[in-house]
């Protein structure tokens, strides 16, 4: 089997860098969009919102027509406008190649997802003043429906299981 060449992209929330991540290895002949919508997947987002990515130097094709390899070192993902869950794309210059069936590798992930909706509380939490002790109304929580307290957040991400996710599920677009 021929090695495929692969780029080692970051994907960091801008206010919390090193606590809510993802580090990937995607195959450079990936649709950009395809790669966005599985980055929004490993971060939890419900894909209820809008989300774009922009770059300093405007590509020269929408998302949906460019490719992996067509991102610029340095970029910015906003999911949400309501929220503004704004993440830093940074595509590193040293590539991989891989002998490996994927078109998507997940390495590292830290902080387990977005709180659709609720990004003032996250940064309540960000901050320490948002804590496992807050009262929180449970018909109205900010905590996504699996977290039992605030710091569920931080709790462990099983990677293996998001890197069978990312490259089993197909998106309505994969098929035409």
Same mark, same amino acid.
């Given at each position: 089997m021929a090695k495929d060449r692969y780029? @080692?992209? @970051?994907?960091?929330f801008l206010h919390a860098k090193n606590?809510?991540?993802?580090l990937f290895y995607v195959r450079s002949d990936?649709?950009?969009e395809s790669f966005i919508d599985r980055v929004l997947l490993t971060l939890r987002c419900?894909?209820?919102h809008l989300y774009d990515v922009r770059t &300093?130097?405007?590509?020269?094709m929408g998302y949906d027509e460019a490719f992996v390899d067509d991102?610029?070192? @340095? /970029?910015?993902?906003?999911y949400d406008y309501g929220d503004n869950w704004q993440f830093l794309i940074t595509r590193y210059k040293k590539e991989k190649e891989l002998d490996d069936s994927r078109k998507y590798i997940l390495v590292e992930a830290k902080g387990l997802g977005i709180w659709e909706d609720f990004i003032g509380y996250f940064y309540e939490f960000?901050?320490? $003043?948002? $804590?496992? &002790? /807050?009262e929180i109304d449970r018909d109205y929580s900010p905590l996504p429906y699996d977290y039992v307290k605030p710091s569920d957040f931080d709790q462990e991400i099983d990677i293996d299981e998001l890197n069978e996710l990312l490259n089993k599920r197909t998106l309505a677009y994969d098929w035409w």
């Open positions: 780029l @080692k992209i @970051k994907v960091e606590r809510f991540y993802r990936v649709y950009l419900g894909m209820d &300093e130097v405007p590509m020269e991102l610029p070192f @340095k /970029s910015l993902l906003t960000l901050d320490g $003043n948002f $804590n496992d &002790e /807050s």
